[in-house]
């Protein structure tokens, strides 16, 4: 279920999810001074709901390929060092349809399933309730303020059951 927030409760939960996710897995020895650290696993191999995954992760870039146990795969790519980036794109879902604001939709039930997965990824259920609070702003590739300094990105590449759909969630 998604939970509605305000934009000061979202944007201090936004907050403490990317502080949570950057410093818990942090490596002291990471030679450059980036406020968020280096890039970290969002899903654990060993998390039940994980059907295969693959990592790449450095300094200021890292890329995460899950595959769920529902055959929904995910591609997360993370950047960033003084400004944060995370880019979702998921394909393999069967939620495929050709209505632009069902794009939007069907990335608010992605992001929910996500959250709802473990505790450690809630914050991915607040994003889709920020997102569901704003969906009257959203358009295919145009990004909208969700809070202060915080931005989502929704769009749609290719059609049918080759379709991915892309969420850009984004600190400025």
């Given at each position: 279920?998604?939970?509605?927030?305000?934009?000061?409760?979202?944007?201090?939960?936004?907050?403490?999810?990317?502080?949570?996710?950057?410093?818990?897995?942090?490596?002291?020895?990471?030679?450059?001074?980036?406020?968020?650290?280096?890039?970290?696993?969002?899903?654990?191999?060993?998390?039940?709901?994980?059907?295969?995954?693959?990592?790449?992760?450095?300094?200021?870039?890292?890329?995460?390929?899950?595959?769920?146990?529902?055959?929904?795969?995910?591609?997360?790519?993370?950047?960033?060092?003084?400004?944060?980036?995370?880019?979702?794109?998921?394909?393999?879902?069967?939620?495929?349809?050709?209505?632009?604001?069902?794009?939007?939709?069907?990335?608010?039930?992605?992001?929910?399933?996500?959250g709802n997965l473990k505790e450690e990824v809630k914050a991915f259920s607040f994003w889709a309730g920020a997102?569901?609070?704003?969906?009257?702003?959203?358009?295919?590739?145009?990004?909208?303020?969700?809070?202060?300094?915080?931005?989502?990105?929704?769009?749609?590449?290719?059609?049918?059951?080759?379709?991915?759909?892309?969420?850009?969630?984004?600190?400025?």
């Amino acid at each position: 279920m998604i939970k509605r927030l305000n934009k000061k409760q979202f944007y201090i939960l936004f907050l403490l999810f990317i502080t949570t996710v950057i410093s818990s897995c942090g490596n002291d020895s990471t030679p450059t001074k980036c406020k968020y650290g280096s890039p970290q696993l969002i899903f654990s191999s060993s998390d039940n709901f994980i059907k295969e995954q693959s990592h790449q992760l450095g300094e200021i870039e890292g890329e995460e390929t899950v595959v769920f146990d529902n055959g929904l795969r995910l591609n997360l790519l993370q950047s960033g060092c003084n400004t944060i980036e995370q880019e979702l794109q998921f394909t393999n879902y069967t939620f495929v349809t050709q209505s632009e604001q069902n794009i939007f939709k069907n990335a608010i039930a992605l992001l929910d399933y996500m959250g709802n997965l473990k505790e450690e990824v809630k914050a991915f259920s607040f994003w889709a309730g920020a997102i569901a609070e704003n969906l009257d702003a959203f358009q295919p590739s145009q990004e909208v303020e969700l809070a202060p300094n915080t931005y989502a990105k929704i769009d749609k590449i290719g059609q049918g059951e080759a379709a991915m759909i892309r969420v850009i969630l984004s600190q400025k």
